[in-house]
């Protein structure tokens, strides 16, 4: 049985309708996944390109998998008016010790042929906007840096094939079309996690195929050369499931709240087999990398400043940072649904080879669908309390994306669109940064 739900484009009725079509969805997903056509490539794939030694540029986005004709379960149950949509985001914002004066509610959609309403979505818009942008910028690739699919990834059936086509390949296929070597590298997210190993495995069978761009091979983290950079894109929800991470909880003030409760990884999203050598893997090919940049991409980022996702960034710091400060120029994560970008100052890692390390870079594009606000109290309380930490510049409750480029040193550029999807683009920021890898 198939079944496609057009969420954004069918008449929302009556609860009823909702909940029998709620049960429909889950019946079919219980199908069992067909594993035919699922990429079993080498571990730790190396994606080959020719290397030539030039200026490399590219865009990154995150978290760009949110589709109207893919809701939430949430939504089917419980649909709102435009008012009940405004005063339950009011509330959101309140519950999360946002001062209530800074409120910015996200833009809204009206359902076709209703009085109910959800979040816009930015994934046309961005995906526009980029295409645009690169027409006059030089862009070789991009970077799609998790949460692919929203709200939870492929399932393993035959929808999945739908699914991806409406939300992996439509909204990119003018983008991809810029040049015959233009390519969307993926990483994966925690949403692309959410369903099942199925589901992942669906979602990268689906980009090993050769009919479109997307690249994303088994088992999920891999390098690739584009120029005289190297990339290393890492699945860090592989890692924070295979370690101890804490729920995140403020105070009212914003500060970290002490507590023992952890975050839950369901088994078959803990690493198995070569996925336990992810680490491993990135330390030796950073070390054996010949590349001038050494790029290290994942979902979660190192810092961020949206207030609930900062137990995530301290279990992965011991576990990255190290090899990071010694070997890598820049890192770039999601899952954030805003746009930032900090620093790391490294000092506390000058001991283990006598190095003086420099500051590394960490930037946050997850703008491409959703847009969530800075949680103030926390920035504040996080630039005040970690001395190895600087924020360098941030904006929540945007759509957006990042253009890098890699010349004599790194620049990113932070862009945004604005809200009636026009596909005009704002530079808000230009960041550079200096070559800090060792071996060059």
Not at 253 to 280: A, R
Not at 323 to 337: S, V
Request: hydrophobic share 35%.
């Amino acid at each position: 049985m198939t079944l496609r739900l057009q969420y954004g484009h069918k008449k929302l009725r009556t609860f009823l309708l909702l909940s029998t079509v709620s049960a429909l969805l889950a019946a079919c997903q219980s199908k069992p996944m067909t594993t035919t056509n699922v990429q079993q490539n080498q571990p730790f794939n190396k994606v080959p390109l020719a290397d030539t030694q030039q200026p490399v540029a590219f865009i990154a986005f995150g978290d760009s998998g949110y589709h109207y004709d893919y809701p939430k379960q949430a939504s089917l149950n419980n649909p709102k008016t435009r008012q009940q949509f405004l005063l339950s985001e009011r509330a959101a914002w309140e519950k999360k010790g946002l001062p209530p004066a800074d409120f910015v509610a996200p833009p809204i959609h009206r359902l076709s042929g209703t009085d109910y309403v959800v979040e816009r979505t930015g994934l046309n818009a961005v995906a526009g906007a980029m295409t645009q942008y690169c027409q006059s910028n030089r862009c070789d690739f991009s970077l799609m840096l998790g949460d692919n699919i929203y709200p939870a990834g492929g399932d393993g059936s035959e929808r999945d094939e739908q699914r991806f086509l409406d939300i992996l390949d439509l909204p990119f296929r003018q983008l991809v079309s810029s040049h015959d070597d233009f390519r969307i590298y993926g990483v994966l997210g925690n949403h692309d996690w959410q369903t099942s190993r199925a589901g992942r495995d669906a979602q990268i069978a689906w980009a090993s195929r050769d009919d479109n761009k997307m690249i994303l091979p088994q088992p999920g983290f891999y390098s690739f050369n584009r120029g005289d950079a190297e990339f290393f894109v890492i699945d860090t929800n592989l890692l924070l499931a295979g370690t101890t991470v804490l729920k995140d909880k403020l105070n009212p003030d914003g500060s970290e709240k002490k507590h023992n409760s952890l975050e839950h990884y369901d088994d078959w999203q803990k690493p198995k087999g070569q996925e336990k050598q992810q680490l491993d893997w990135l330390e030796n090919a950073l070390k054996q990398s010949s590349a001038r940049w050494k790029i290290v991409a994942g979902h979660h980022p190192l810092w961020s400043s949206g207030g609930s996702k900062f137990e995530e960034a301290r279990a992965l710091r011991p576990l990255l940072m190290p090899m990071l400060c010694e070997f890598a120029d820049i890192y770039l994560a999601g899952h954030e649904h805003d746009l930032e970008a900090h620093q790391d100052d490294c000092q506390q890692y000058n001991s283990a080879n006598g190095k003086e390390l420099k500051p590394l870079p960490i930037i946050v594009s997850g703008a491409a669908a959703k847009q969530r606000p800075i949680h103030t109290p926390f920035q504040a309380y996080q630039k005040k309390t970690y001395a190895e930490y600087q924020e360098l510049w941030l904006q929540g409750m945007v759509w957006g994306f990042a253009h890098i480029t890699l010349g004599d040193d790194i620049q990113v550029r932070m862009i945004t669109i604005p809200n009636d999807e026009s596909g005009a683009t704002t530079e808000q920021v230009m960041l550079t940064f200096p070559q800090r890898s060792q071996q060059y």
